[in-house]
C-alpha cells in the first residue's frame, strides 16, 4: 500500500517549497520511494494522491528498469539526443558508465548511492566544481528516462540530494575565471605558432595559426564560430559578417547574429584564400591542438583558447566601448553575464586611455 506525506522547505528567498514523497513499505521496510517538489502545497497534495493510486494499481514496475550504466549506453545510442548533446556532457556521461553508480537500478538510486559517488570522484582527485557536472549530467539522462525510453528512473532524488551535497562541500560551481593573456605570453604564443604553421608534412593543410588568433581576439569569437565563417554572409562595405547559429542559453539553432569586424580583423578575413566556401577552412579541434601543443612546449599555465575571448572583450572594454556596444561583438544577451565573466581589465591600461 503506497502512502504519501509533504515536507516544506523554505528557500534563502523566503519562498515556500512542498515536497511531495511517495512511499511503499512491505515489512515495515521502504522498498519504492518517490518525491516531486512544488511551489504550491495543493500541486504537491495532488501529484502525491494521483502517485499512491497509479502505484496502488498498475504496481511498482508499471514501467521496466534497468542499470544506470544501460540507461546512459541507451541515451548514447539515441542519436536525436547523443548528437545534441555538447562535448564536455559526452565526456561525463561516458566516464559515468565506468563508475560504481553505474551498477544501480535506475528506479533505486539513493541519496546516499550519490554522496558515495562524489566522495570516490573527489578522493581521485575531482573538484567539486567537475563533481557537480557529473550530478548535473546524470540528472539530465535519468529525467529523459521515463518519456523517451520508458524507463522508470528516480530522477526526483536529485531534489533531495543536491542540498545536501552542497552543505557537505561535495560539489560547488565553478569560481569566476579571469585568465588573461600577458603581451609576453601572446608573443611567445605567436612565435611558436608560427614555427608550426609554416611547417607541413605528408601533405597537410597549412592552418594560418597567427591570423585565427588575432581575428579570435579581435572578434571575441569562439573557435568554433570562426571555423564556420562563410564568405557569402561578409558584407565589405559595411564591415560585418553573419555570425550562424550562436551559442545561447536559450536558442542556438537559427541565432544568427551580424558581427562588425573591428580593428583588423575585416583585414585578416579579405586576406584568406577564397578556395573554399568558408574562410577559414580549418577544423576547430586542430587549431585548439596546435595552440595547446605550443602552449604546453612553452609552458604557459593555466590558458585555454576560449581565454582569448575574454581578452578580446576585455580590450573593447579598456578602450572605451560600452557594455552594450561590446554584446553587438560578443553576442551576449544577458549583460551581467558579459560583464561578470567575460571581463577581466588591466588597471595599467587606464593610463593609456587617459593619455589618449
Not at 511531495?20 to 501529484?47: C, D, L, M, P, Y
Not at 559515468?96 to 533505486?108: G, K, Q, T, V
Not at 565553478?174 to 604553421?197: H, I, W
Not at 587549431?287 to 609552458?299: K, W
Amino acid at each position: 500500500m503506497a502512502s504519501f506525506s509533504i515536507q516544506t522547505r523554505t528557500l534563502k528567498s523566503g519562498e515556500l517549497r512542498f515536497k511531495a514523497s511517495v512511499v511503499i513499505k512491505q515489512n515495515g521496510t521502504i522498498v519504492h520511494r518517490e518525491a516531486r517538489t512544488f511551489k504550491k502545497k495543493e500541486q504537491a497534495r495532488t501529484w502525491g494522491k494521483n502517485k499512491t493510486q497509479e502505484l496502488d494499481e498498475f504496481g511498482v514496475n508499471k514501467h521496466k528498469t534497468c542499470a544506470i550504466g544501460e540507461l546512459l549506453d541507451k541515451f548514447i545510442n539515441d542519436r536525436n539526443l547523443w548528437d545534441n548533446t555538447g562535448r564536455t556532457k559526452q565526456y561525463v556521461i561516458k566516464m559515468l558508465r565506468d563508475c560504481d553508480i553505474a551498477a544501480i537500478r535506475s528506479d533505486s538510486l539513493k541519496t546516499s548511492d550519490i554522496i558515495e559517488h562524489c566522495k570516490n570522484r573527489l578522493s581521485a582527485g575531482a573538484k567539486p566544481q567537475t563533481i557537480y557536472h557529473d550530478i548535473a549530467y546524470l540528472r539530465s539522462v535519468m529525467q529523459k528516462a521515463l518519456p523517451v525510453f520508458n524507463i522508470n528512473a528516480n530522477a526526483e532524488i536529485f531534489e533531495e540530494a543536491v542540498p545536501v551535497l552542497i552543505d557537505m562541500k561535495l560539489v560547488g560551481k565553478s569560481s569566476k575565471r579571469t585568465r588573461r593573456p600577458t603581451e609576453k605570453e601572446l608573443d611567445k604564443l605567436k612565435a611558436g605558432l608560427l614555427k608550426r604553421q609554416n611547417f607541413r608534412s605528408n601533405g597537410k593543410i597549412r592552418i594560418p595559426f597567427i591570423d585565427i588568433l588575432d581575428f579570435s581576439i579581435l572578434t571575441c569569437m569562439r573557435i568554433g564560430e570562426v571555423c564556420a565563417l562563410r564568405w557569402d554572409d561578409l558584407n565589405e562595405e559595411h564591415k560585418t559578417i553573419i555570425v550562424r547559429d550562436r551559442k545561447d542559453p536559450r536558442k542556438k539553432e537559427g541565432n544568427h547574429m551580424i558581427v562588425p569586424l573591428l580593428a583588423g580583423s575585416f583585414d585578416i578575413a579579405v586576406r584568406q584564400e577564397k578556395n573554399n566556401e568558408l574562410i577559414f577552412p580549418y577544423n576547430s579541434r586542430s587549431v585548439t591542438a596546435g595552440f595547446q601543443r605550443v602552449r604546453n612546449e612553452l609552458g604557459i599555465e593555466d590558458l585555454r583558447y576560449h581565454d582569448l575571448r575574454r581578452e578580446g572583450a576585455s580590450r573593447l572594454f579598456e578602450k572605451g566601448y560600452s557594455i552594450e556596444e561590446v554584446a553587438q561583438v560578443t553576442g551576449h544577451r544577458n549583460l551581467n553575464i558579459l560583464w561578470q565573466v567575460y571581463t577581466q581589465l588591466f588597471p595599467h591600461k587606464l593610463h593609456e586611455k587617459f593619455e589618449e
